[in-house]
């Protein structure tokens, strides 16, 4: 204990709450020694980790890590939320009472970082001074090096941030440690791991894993389900899913902030990172705010909502992103931008990494090409070859600042007005490019029918989607019913409300190929959406929002695209709409204590396309 404390002095570290906490689990998981980490040690640690070959060069100033091959993905079946109240149980939040769930924990820690170092990591969910603030601190302690790195990009750490408590015991405590990953079952009847958020008690234990999504506990758990859960807790703000970014309209010098949420292959991260057509550039500029997470409150001075992304950094799917698909990520993640990749393919001669995606073919010359598992592509036999080199879930972590489109304000702690609520999947037929809700009930029960297809056979049934409430899904943290009247008390408190609507870029022709082309030109059905709100366009009335008219759309440099196929995707196929509606009904009728207002949503669309289809 002498010796901890003697570090936690050192380290400056001078906040009691966190000195007991840091000395309580020191001593539970056996660590060896304690270090506590601030962003400067980023270059200390990379060296460390080099030299340790926990990672490896990847041309100037990047770095290669490969996980432990059965340790590759976030795992839904193993994420718990735990509270004290049973009434806390939902659908989705796989609840289990903290009782059981906090000695379940404590027991398979338990002595597991012998030999290790526990490395603290305090740190801030939220630009300083933010007035969710209180909310956003927390101080995670790991076991592995990598994970303070992936830390040190992904949320602001540093010891300021824990000693300045205005309640010094208020800051989420969170506990990784990762396990011996050889033996730990991983997705078999066995499976040791479990990654449990208690949210009644403000603490995360994540045992089993040192994946991102499983054990950058800054990110995942606290900026999503513990978030979520303060903000229903406190009635104060929301936790969402959600991009954020912002068009400046050069002529008018308006700039309007969009956030909104996707299910995972959706194209969120792209549409975040997206900039102007060519031939739209000169008077529309698009800044980026976040990709993965924003948090949402009302103003009490001028009653608008506001948006903040939480996150310093963005941990990016790696697969298929290149010049054309996300430009602005290509060169977020080039040399000297301190980026780590993880699980894509590497060259050990080059230095240089591949994903699939990356350019349309793998390089021809497989010298020195080894794939995520640390293999040579050389050696692979007849039955590797056709492979992936990367594993599809492959990432890179880099922070905000390196985005070139950053937005010149993303750190500023009053957050940006929002103007717009988007929801979008990814849906072959029947949802149009982009429909307008200007009913807050109504934009509420559209993000809880969110959904994209099923994009394994095992997941679903043809043409019924796997719904993502709100793309919150993974993260649901309390009962949906409740999540939804939280939602209309929130934004319903506004005194002007942001419009809503729902987008759709992967509408396909019966011989399969899509109808609109996307990416850069998705920012065309969201300049509609902003003209729409200032009443410069009216669009045109359907029973499930407004879309716009063809001479709407700034279509300035399509000269591809069809006039049939712009039709279609400008139409509402009433007889396809009536079938969704039905399953709509069956997903909302999971959720108990689903408010009246979003059943009453629900007839009014559904009667709607009734009285459309007679
Ligand atoms: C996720 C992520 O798993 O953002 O959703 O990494
Ligand atoms: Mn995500």
């Known amino acids: 204990m002498a010796a901890i404390d003697a ?11 966190v000195r007991s906490y840091v000395k309580h689990w020191a001593q539970h998981t056996g660590a060896e020694r304690v270090e506590v980490v601030n962003a400067s040690d980023d270059a200390r640690l990379i060296r460390e980790a080099l030299e340790a070959g926990e990672l ?73 001074g933010s007035p969710l603030q209180a909310f956003a601190t927390g101080v995670e302690l790991t076991d592995t090096r990598t994970v303070v790195l992936h830390m040190i990009r992904m949320a602001r750490v540093g010891v300021q941030y824990v000693n300045e408590l205005a309640d010094p015991d208020y800051f989420v405590r969170g506990v990784h440690v990762t396990g011996d990953l050889d033996n730990l079952g991983q997705g078999t009847a066995d499976d040791q791991r479990y990654f449990v ?77 997206i900039l102007s057509p060519d031939a739209l550039g000169d008077r529309y500029q698009v800044h980026f705010y976040g990709d993965d997470i924003a948090w949402l409150w009302v103003d009490e001075e001028d009653g608008r909502v506001y948006a903040i992304n939480p996150e310093y950094g963005a941990f990016g799917v790696a697969k298929d992103t290149n010049d054309v698909t996300n430009p602005t990520a290509v060169e977020a993640i080039s040399e000297g931008t301190g980026t ?49 080199w990367a594993h599809p879930n ?59 297809e099923a994009t394994f056979a095992a997941e679903g049934t043809e043409g019924v ?59 065309r059905p969201l300049l509609w959406l902003m003209q729409l709100r200032n009443g410069e366009v009216t669009g045109r009335q359907t029973p499930v929002g407004i879309v716009p008219t063809k001479d709407e759309l700034q279509l300035e440099g399509m000269d591809d695209l069809r006039p049939d196929d712009l039709e279609t995707i400008l139409s509402i196929d009433v007889p396809r709409w009536q079938q969704e509606m039905a399953h709509r009904e069956q997903h909302l009728s999971l959720f108990r204590d689903v408010p009246e207002e979003i059943w009453a949503a629900h007839r009014r669309v559904s009667e709607a396309l009734d009285a459309e289809a007679t």
Not at 362 to 386: C, F, N, V
Not at 412 to 441: C, H, M, S, W, Y
Request: glycine fraction near 10%.
């Open 7 to 17: 570090v936690l002095d050192e380290a400056g570290l001078t906040n009691e709450a």
């Open 56 to 128: 490896l060069p990847a041309g100037k100033g990047r770095y290669y890590s490969r996980s432990h091959p059965k340790d590759t993905a976030r795992s839904e079946e193993r994420t718990v939320v735990a509270t004290n109240n049973p009434d806390d149980k939902g659908e989705y939040n796989n609840w289990r009472p903290a009782s059981e769930m906090r000695p379940m924990l404590e027991e398979r820690m338990a002595g597991k970082s012998a030999g290790k170092t526990m490395y603290v990591v305090p740190y801030v969910m939220a630009p300083p």
């Open 197 to 273: 958020t208690i949210a009644d008690e403000r603490t995360i234990l994540h045992y089993g894993s040192s994946y991102g999504g499983n054990a950058l506990l800054g990110k995942i758990a606290h900026g999503l389900r513990q978030a979520t859960y303060d903000g229903w807790a406190s009635g104060k703000f929301l936790a969402e899913q959600f991009l954020l970014l912002g068009i400046t309209d050069k002529e008018t010098g308006r700039t309007y902030h969009i956030c909104g949420g996707m299910p995972s292959a959706s194209g969120k991260t792209n549409l975040a990172m």
């Open 340 to 388: 780590i990749f993880t699980n894509v393919a590497y060259n050990e001669q080059t230095q240089d990494v591949w994903w699939e995606g990356k350019s349309k073919t793998p390089p021809a010359d497989t010298e020195g090409w080894r794939d995520w598992k640390g293999q040579l592509i050389s050696e692979r036999s007849e039955a590797e070859k056709d492979e992936p």
């Open 394 to 452: 492959s990432r890179f972590t880099t922070t905000l600042a390196n985005i070139p489109n950053i937005a010149p304000d993303y750190e500023n702690p009053k957050g940006v007005p929002v103007d717009a609520i988007i929801f979008g999947g990814r849906t072959r037929d029947r949802e149009p490019l982009i429909r307008a809700i200007t009913d807050l009930p109504e934009g509420v029960y559209d993000g809880l029918t969110l959904g994209a």
């Open 465 to 523: 989607l796997r719904y993502d409430p709100m793309s919150m899904r993974p993260f649901m943290a309390y009962p949906e019913g409740a999540y939804a009247a939280h939602w209309l008390k929130v934004i319903g408190a506004a005194k002007e409300q942001p419009v809503f609507a729902h987008v759709n870029w992967f509408q396909r022709g019966e011989d399969g190929r899509f109808l609109w082309p996307g990416y850069r030109d998705n920012l």
